[in-house]
T-cell receptor, first 120, second 111 residues
Framework: GAGVSQSPRYKVAKRGQDVALRCDPI?????LFWYQQALGQGPEFLTY????????KSGLPSDRFFAERPEGSVSTLKIQRTQQEDSAVYLC??????????????????FGPGTRLTVL | RKEVEQDPGPFNVPEGATVAFNCTYS??????FFWYRQDCRKEPKLLMS???SGNEDGRFTAQLNRASQYISLLIRDSKLSDSATYLC????????????FGSGTQLTVLP
């Protein structure tokens, strides 16, 4: 079946420009996560949705970052007034369960290919 | 101090070698533990979960020591296709399973 998809795969933005990154999770997956991966580092958590509810946005680095998942499926991560330090790969992941179940396998997060954002 | 620390490497080993990666985590409330693999310019993929009793999957063996807050991954008889970055990952108790990643250890298996 189809995995997690993200678009665009690559985005070049001029400093100060707004960008929108899209994530299509695996159909039926309840949980959706956004991560930011800087060059040479592991991914870092940004925000989490359970269906349409944004339950945790503690990882968003500033108020320029905004995420939504209005119908509990597709999610958009928006970055306003981009800065050079925003350059990174933005990864989306989805999982079937809410994360509170006992079976680790059903909580596995499946990652999309990421959007590589370069801010000039 | 990072929550999950790994030796960044790189590890360059010949085919057939045995290689071990280590990882420490700082939060004693960490609940679940994983090793992910990430190929160059690709997304991370789950390699294996790590259990207190230790677990093995073919050539891969993972160990967890909760008392020392230490996780390891052993790869035996390494193959060229094992070349990748190996990410140590934990989740916190009570969280929605958001993953906390180490910076990764880069492995190159040489012919």
């Amino acid at each position: 079946g189809a995995g997690v998809s993200q678009s665009p795969r690559y985005k070049v933005a001029k400093r100060g420009q707004d960008v929108a990154l899209r994530c299509d999770p695996i159909s039926g997956h309840v949980s959706l996560f956004w991560y930011q991966q800087a060059l040479g580092q592991g991914p870092e958590f940004l925000t989490y949705f359970q269906n349409e509810a944004q339950l945790d946005k503690s990882g968003l680095p500033s108020d320029r970052f905004f995420a939504e998942r209005p119908e509990g499926s597709v999610s958009t991560l928006k970055i306003q007034r981009t800065q050079q330090e925003d350059s990174a790969v933005y990864l989306c992941a989805s999982s079937h369960q809410t994360g509170l179940g006992l079976r680790i396998e059903t909580n596995e997060q499946f990652f999309g290919p990421g959007t590589r954002l370069t801010v000039l | 101090r990072k929550e999950v620390e790994q030796d960044p490497g790189p590890f360059n080993v010949p085919e057939g070698a045995t290689v071990a990666f280590n990882c420490t985590y700082s939060n004693s409330a960490s609940q679940s533990f994983f090793w992910y693999r990430q190929d160059c310019r690709k997304e991370p993929k789950l390699l294996m979960s790590v259990y207190s009793s230790g677990n093995e999957d073919g050539r891969f063996t993972a160990q967890l020591n909760r008392a020392s807050q230490y996780i390891s991954l052993l790869i035996r008889d390494s193959k060229l296709s094992d070349s990748a970055t190996y990410l140590c990952v934990v989740t916190l108790s009570g969280s929605a399973r958001q993953l906390t990643f180490g910076s990764g250890t880069q492995l190159t298996v040489l012919p």
